[in-house]
């Protein structure tokens, strides 16, 4: 996997790990256009894991075209993040344990409302592995760091 940008492969690792936001996935959509969706991810063994209902849109299209662009970026300034290119697979066998480390990892309590929503569904689960190709880093904080 190519790395460019500030980051050593240990500090995207460490930025991943512990980012509490969604991936940005991009896909192309049957119409040609880009389709962009956010989901909860974990990191894993190299990859960012997701979730997803087997029939949601974005299962069919990685189905039928696995590559796909990511970011995964603060939202506010000073600015930091990584981004890249990557090829996506489905993985059937593992929704229910990628959607568990999910729950524990964005609402830490998997019995409130939503997680058990969640659960309910979850024999339609399917686990989606982004595997990078690319990794670009950037990190404005020390430049922006006084201007905000």
């Keep these: 996997m190519a790395n460019k940008g500030p980051w050593s492969t240990e500090q995207i ?15 192309n959509g049957d119409s ?4 962009l969706v956010s989901l909860w991810f ?19 299209i990685l189905d039928r075209d ?6 995964v970026s603060v939202e506010k300034a000073p600015y930091c993040g990584i ?9 059937d066998d593992r929704g229910e344990e990628i959607l568990r480390k999910l ?5 830490a ?7 058990r929503f969640l659960l ?11 595997d990078p190709g690319t990794l670009v880093s950037w990190d404005y904080r020390e430049r922006m760091g006084g201007a905000v």
């Design 66 to 71: 696995a590559r796909c662009a990511f970011e």
């Design 109 to 115: 309590d998997a019995t409130s409302p939503f997680a």
């Design 32 to 35: 040609g256009h880009p389709v």
């Design 42 to 60: 974990i990191p894993l063994d190299g990859k960012l894991w997701c979730a997803t209902q087997r029939t949601a849109r974005i299962a069919s």
């Design 13 to 27: 690792q460490h930025f991943l790990e512990q980012a509490s936001i969604p991936v940005r996935l991009a896909c």
């Design 83 to 91: 981004r890249g290119r990557a090829r996506a697979t489905l993985h």
């Design 120 to 130: 309910s569904r979850v024999e339609r689960e399917t686990a989606i592995a982004i």
């Design 103 to 107: 729950i524990d990892r964005y609402l």
